[in-house]
């Protein structure tokens, strides 16, 4: 079935990058990083890596030098603070998700390291937290992203099929989890990650940002 055509039951969406802007919280994060260091704030280019490779689980030798576990205890505890305040919702995101929740239970899975609640709150402050279904952040699996687990713990409790769900996200994460799951995948540009670097997950669909999801869907 082209993907194009596909009306799916369940939606997955992803919450940095692909609901929210983060880069000022990534920013910031790692200038107070490297303050915990001694060191002076590095270049944009460079607190938007640190993010990427954290969340794939790289080593960040070339990026950061010095006490690796104390930078990364300061940036985590900053961008969990930071995400409170720094973070907005992505242009006519918010329209979208609402289309989206008309035709089809929407679920939102974060890496986050956060209780669900402060999710939540997130969400509902941004005015979209009644569209979501479900919302589960990486305090509630055993195995975050990549992993497969929040998307199966999901379709269980939704009693749909693989095959009726499809996920969206900005990060390689995203479809690894997708695919992993065996729902369909699209890649959205909004985030961190480049159109090359999705591609090479080889994602169903790859789209600017999620208010695009709608046309290509339906």
């Known amino acids: 079935m082209c993907v194009n055509k596909f009306e799916p ?3 997955f969406l992803d919450l940095d990058g692909t609901i929210v802007d983060s880069h000022q919280a990534y920013i910031e994060a790692a200038q107070i990083g490297f303050q915990a260091l001694g060191q002076e704030s590095p ?3 460079v607190a938007l890596e640190i993010p990427k490779h954290m969340e794939q689980g790289l080593s960040l030798d070339g990026l950061v030098y010095g006490d690796l576990k104390k930078f990364i205890k300061a940036y985590l505890q900053a961008y969990h603070v930071l995400t409170e305040g ?3 919702l992505l242009p006519n995101v918010s329209k979208a998700i609402e289309t989206l929740s008309l035709r089809a239970k929407l679920a939102l899975i974060t890496m986050r390291h ?3 609640h402060v999710v939540v709150k997130e969400l509902y402050c941004f005015g979209i937290g009644k569209y979501f279904s479900s919302v589960m952040t990486g305090i509630d699996t055993i195995k975050p992203k990549p992993s497969p687990e929040a998307i199966f713990r999901c379709i269980e409790k939704f009693n749909v099929k693989s095959v009726d769900c499809l996920i969206a996200g900005d990060s390689v994460n995203d479809i690894k989890a997708g695919k992993a799951a065996g729902i369909k995948t699209v890649g959205l540009l909004s985030g961190l990650y480049s159109h090359k670097e999705l591609a090479k997950e080889f994602p169903d669909l790859i789209l600017s940002d999620l208010t695009k999801l709608p046309d290509a869907l339906y």
Do not use: G
């Open 9 to 11: 039951k369940c939606i």
């Open 43 to 45: 270049d944009v280019s």
């Open 86 to 88: 720094k973070t907005k």
């Open 114 to 116: 956060v209780p669900n």
